[in-house]
């Protein structure tokens, strides 16, 4: 199964965003690629980097889209990770989340994001679901940029023996900090050693980024890292691993230490 990585330029501009998912949809598919994930807010831009404030978020706009970019999956037999925001009307609050889009009749649940921090504090409500799902007999893992930092969160996934992990960044700056970059690098290196994973990473490319949109083996080597500050499409086809020696150990003992 091949999957792919998406990073673009995120902004408020819900049409200007919808137009760079659609074209990295199109050039995924050329590459026969099965799933493709977006950034965080991807569709509408994070509050308040790309977007001033979630309450000026049309998402009627959003929702119409969503709508498109279903029809595309459709159309290409993809599966999308969409990063969005979602409102709920009733509780006048609003999630940080990935809407997984299939290209048939399956209905996934979507994953909002529960490690909730600064500006997420004052603009989201904290999600609950597991972020756990399969696509042609692969089980996929999703988290959500600040999640990086906590390694619970990825433990979690260990346990439900996912084999690729997807984590969607909007984590950007006015100004370069290769230091920063380097830091969440180490995260990602970190979080796929740890639990024998393959993760793929993408982050959004407004301004200058602060973590990589990259693909990482389980045994923690890049394998690939997008340009940074540009457009473009990251693609991995996945097959499952070879065994080997310290991998083995780091799973044996894993799995011991959770009681598994």
Not at 23 to 39: D, H, L, P, S, Y
Not at 70 to 81: D, E, V, W
Not at 153 to 171: G, H, P, Q, T
Request: proline fraction near 5%.
């Amino acid at each position: 199964m091949k999957v792919a990585a998406f990073q673009f330029e995120g902004s408020d501009d819900i049409e200007k965003n919808l137009l760079a998912i659609e074209q990295g949809i199109i050039k995924a598919a050329e590459q026969n690629v099965r799933f493709m994930i977006t950034q965080e807010c991807a569709l509408c831009g994070y509050p308040p980097i790309e977007t001033e404030k979630v309450a000026n978020i049309n998402f009627h706009q959003t929702k119409k889209a969503t709508e498109q970019i279903s029809q595309l999956a459709i159309k290409h037999q993809m599966y999308i990770g969409l990063g969005t925001i979602i409102p709920d009307e009733d509780q006048n609050s609003y999630t940080n989340s990935v809407i997984l889009i299939s290209p048939n009749e399956e209905n996934f649940p979507v994953y909002h994001k529960r490690a909730l921090w600064g500006w997420d504090r004052e603009n989201f409500t904290r999600g609950n679901e597991k972020g756990v799902f399969t696509i042609d007999n692969v089980k996929l893992g999703l988290r959500i940029c600040f999640e990086i930092r906590f390694p619970e969160y990825f433990r979690e996934l260990f346990r439900e023996n996912v084999e690729i992990v997807f984590v969607s960044f909007c984590d950007v700056a006015k100004e370069p900090n290769p230091k920063r970059y380097e830091l969440i690098k180490s995260h990602l290196i970190t979080r796929a050693v740890e639990n024998a994973v393959y993760l793929i990473s993408v982050n959004s490319t407004w301004g200058y980024q602060t973590a990589p949109t990259c693909l990482i083996d389980p045994d923690g080597d890049v394998l690939e890292s997008a340009p940074q500050d540009q457009e473009y499409l990251l693609t991995l086809k996945y097959e499952l691993p070879q065994s080997n020696f310290g991998r083995d150990g780091r799973i044996h003992h894993s799995k011991e230490l959770l009681g598994m």
